[in-house]
């Protein structure tokens, strides 16, 4: 039995175990087939996973692999980026998006991001573009699409492919294309806490062209196609059988679940709105939201999160480091200043619970706890849109 008084009951940032509530008799029935057929690897959970996947998205081609860090790497090596190529991407994001690009070989560039939904800038990519830019790699960051349309122009005069980081989109679209179909392809990841999220480690890559997912697919089982004949020097990443059933289990339930973040991030704009030193998300036009996280800005950051957590309130920050900044990546040679949009938004977003089955009275407790908070922040010093 819990020891925690009623007024510091905790709410996480995501709970997860309402969401297995939800599915756990699906997951148990598929469980034991696998059990019972031992079929671990591949087989049927694995294609009807990836086949139903690609059809949510309404992507030709889906290939399951062991992680989404793995996926977007496999979809650059796919596309030929390797040593010595420049790739694109957006300073403000999870560092596996550059990682990916380092494993490859290739050249990390950052951009700064715009302003008002802090995704990639694209006319920060426009000037960055060189003679060896070689990809383009926009991120949907937070539940958001990126504004591809406007990088294809872009990526076209300077011979690049276009390829997404969609581990945060599961279900966005832009004017009506689902996020992770809008480039030659795309990576996701299926971490546990995602909007789709696995039960451990999982990825994919998805991808309109049938070459290219053919490609990957042979990498992620050590360049093989066919068993002991192997054409290229792969990895070992794919997507096991017992990640499938769940992830079959919970896509059953995307849509709505997607559907019910809308509503609370709707809700949570009624409750905060009035707050002037708070700058709320917005959706821009043309995009469908998932609302992967809700993220705030405002001043005073650090000491508004540590006074929700103490009131057990599970917020966050995404994320608190731009690229160019971590030790991983100082040899880029981009300092304090470089991008300063997204240096600036790294000092003031905060992460705020946001998941299906979050409840009304949950939000409104997070809310006051917030507005609490920021009421002693001087007018004067309200966040930047």
């Known amino acids: 039995m819990s020891t925690i008084p009623v007024a510091v009951q905790q709410i996480p940032l995501v709970d997860l175990k309402a969401q297995q509530r939800e599915i756990q008799d699906v997951v148990d029935a598929g469980l034991a087939e696998i059990f019972e057929s031992t079929a671990f690897i591949g087989g049927k959970a694995v294609t009807e996973f990836e086949n139903a996947y690609a059809g949510f998205l309404g992507a030709e081609h889906c290939v399951g692999v062991g992680n989404g ?6 979809a650059l090596r796919a596309c030929g980026i390797g040593p010595g190529d420049e790739v694109i991407l957006p300073a403000n994001t999870f560092i596996a998006t550059a990682e990916a690009v380092s494993r490859v070989g290739a050249i990390v560039v950052p951009v700064d991001v715009d302003r008002r939904y802090l995704l990639i800038d694209p006319s920060a990519v426009a000037q960055a573009v060189t003679a060896r830019t070689r990809a383009i790699m926009p991120v949907h960051l937070f539940g958001q699409t990126a504004f591809v349309e406007q990088l294809e122009p872009i990526a076209a005069a300077c011979g690049a492919v276009i390829i997404e980081d969609a581990a945060q989109s599961q279900g966005a679209k832009r004017f009506g294309r689902s996020a992770g179909t809008l480039g030659l392809a795309a990576g996701t990841s299926f971490y546990p806490g995602k909007n789709l999220g696995a039960a451990g480690d999982a990825g994919a890559v998805l991808s309109n062209n049938e070459e290219l997912a053919e490609r990957v697919r042979m990498l992620s089982a050590h360049g ?16 096991d059988a017992v990640q499938a059933v ?12 997607n559907e019910l973040r809308s509503q609370a991030a709707a809700r949570y704009r009624l409750l905060l709105e009035g707050e002037s030193a708070i700058t709320l ?5 043309g995009n469908d939201d998932v609302w992967h996280l809700y993220v705030v ?6 000491r ?15 994320y608190p480091t731009p690229v160019h900044l971590t030790e991983a990546f100082a040899h880029l040679g981009h300092g304090p200043g470089s991008f300063p949009v997204a240096e600036q938004a790294a000092q003031q977003i905060l992460s705020l619970p946001i998941y299906p089955h979050i409840t009304d009275e949950q939000q409104q407790r997070i809310a006051d706890c917030l507005s609490a908070s920021v009421g002693t922040i001087p007018k004067t010093r309200s966040a930047s849109v």
């Open 224 to 239: 093989s196609r066919e068993k002991y004949r192997h054409e290229a020097v792969g990895v070992n990443s794919r997507l």
């Open 281 to 285: 998300p917005l959706q821009a036009k």
């Open 69 to 74: 860090t793995d996926a977007l790497e496999l």
């Open 304 to 318: 508004v999160l540590e006074e929700l957590n103490a009131a057990g309130i599970g917020a966050g920050i995404h």
């Open 297 to 302: 800005r405002l001043p005073e950051r650090d």
């Open 246 to 257: 769940v992830l079959s289990a919970k896509l059953a339930h995307l849509a709505a679940w």
